[in-house]
């Protein structure tokens, strides 16, 4: 598995973005993928996380209603759609993808890390 995110920006209060996830060993079908973030001086923390076969999904509460993961296997890719983003959404995003299949909100279940995308909103 090797990660790529992208899809990060500079995005207004209340605006939208979509982050993407690409496998570029195109092995991770099998495995639970997630999204975490890490804003300055802050620990990184869990945003949402689906299952292997995007059955299933779990979500911070800081982001319920308002984000939405969603997996391709076909194109080895998970998104993140971002809506009525707030200052507060400030961080860079991670994805990750777990050793198991399920879904995780544990930093501790994911095996492998790409590199991170900013996201920055200004109020």
């Known amino acids: 598995v090797q990660l790529q995110a992208s899809g990060g920006g500079l995005v207004q209060a209340g605006g939208s973005l979509k982050l993407s996830c690409v496998d570029s060993?195109?092995?991770?079908?099998?495995?639970?993928v997630g999204w975490f973030r890490q804003g300055p001086g802050k620990e990184r923390d869990f945003v949402a996380a689906?299952?292997?076969?995007?059955?299933?999904?779990g979500y911070a509460d800081s982001v319920k209603g308002r984000f939405t993961i969603s997996r391709d296997n076909a194109k080895n890719t998970v998104y993140l759609q971002m809506t009525s983003l707030n200052p507060e959404d400030t961080a860079v995003y991670y994805c990750?993808?777990?050793?198991?299949?399920?879904?995780?909100?544990?930093?501790?279940?994911?095996?492998?890390w790409g590199q991170g995308t900013q996201v920055t909103v200004s109020s």
């Open positions: 990750a993808a777990a050793g198991g299949s399920y879904y995780y909100n544990r930093k501790s279940d994911y095996r492998y």
């Open positions: 060993r195109r092995t991770f079908t099998n495995n639970g």
């Open positions: 689906v299952s292997w076969n995007g059955g299933s999904t």
